[in-house]
């Protein structure tokens, strides 16, 4: 009696591909991971450990000092607030413009829209400039608040895209269907499209929290006042004055003794909320972006 070889057996190639492939992104996770485990164990170890290079995965010296003076640090805190606050208001307001201009420019009888697609592909290679935008956030009465941040950046072309893309590729029997039955234009986005979108709205959420989490630069530049800071201005002036000696705020003489480890602390509580938030969205994200990027 003759027996057939499995159907579903791998072959000794597919074997070895796997394996190599096992072997691969094993380094990759090795190498990505390290800077962070080794950031993390820097924040925790002592002054003398860091500089002499001994601080490797696991904190030597263990030391808490420069946390707790960052942590006693009312403006910290009202700065990290602000930053809570800048970011949520910023993502909420660049999600409702980049939505309704990606559902707009994603109809393909729409007049005009090659036009409003160039539009906005053309503010991605040319800008105002630095000057011109800082006299019109000044003359609009923009500065010192929140929207000084929010409206400048409001819409980013490359998530516009995305979004774009994601749209067209929905069955437009739905939306027919959908105006069939009385829904108006908004009614059928509220309620048909954005159900349908939540990968691709999930991933743009995180793209834009992450952006205006870690922004400083708008910051710096439309707030004259400390108290309006987001936490990312008040650690780049932390870490100045404990490397530069510029008097910055209340904590920086007592940063000035332990300069090594605070770049480490620094990097670790502006990193720290967006990597809890992550996971959540994680399972979005890849679809989002792939289903966004193969359509249209």
Known sequence: MVTRPSVNRPTRGYRVFQGVN???????????????????????????????????????????????????????????GNTVLYTVVSTAVAMV??????????????????????????????????????????????KNSVWAIA???????????????????????????????????????????????????ATMVL????????????????MDRTDLMPVTVYLRNVIQGATGGAGVGAATEQLSQVGASIQAVTIVLTALPILCVYPFVQRYFVSGVTLGAVKG
């Open 207 to 222: 793209f834009y929290s992450v952006s205006f989490w870690n922004s400083w630069f708008s910051a710096f530049l439309y």
């Open 151 to 201: 409206l400048p950046n409001a819409i980013s072309v490359f998530n516009l895209l995305v979004m774009k893309a994601f749209f067209e590729g929905l069955p437009t029997e739905l939306e027919e269907a959908a105006q069939i039955d009385g829904l108006s234009t908004y009614g059928i986005l509220l309620r048909i499209v954005l159900p349908l979108s939540k990968a691709v709205v």
């Open 22 to 80: 096992g072997v691969i992104l094993t380094l990759v996770v090795v190498v990505t991971l390290y800077p962070f485990l080794n950031i993390v164990a820097r924040s925790f170890s002592g002054e003398r450990q860091i500089r002499a290079g001994e601080v490797t995965l696991w904190p030597k010296g263990f030391n808490l000092t420069t946390y707790k003076i960052v942590f006693q640090d009312s403006m910290f805190w009202r700065n990290y």
């Open 97 to 142: 413009l980049t939505t309704c201009y990606a559902y707009v420019l994603s109809k393909k009888h729409l007049k005009g829209r090659t036009a409003l697609v160039g539009i906005a592909v053309f503010t991605m290679f040319f800008t105002g400039g630095l000057i011109p935008n800082y006299v019109l956030v000044t003359s609009l009465g923009l």
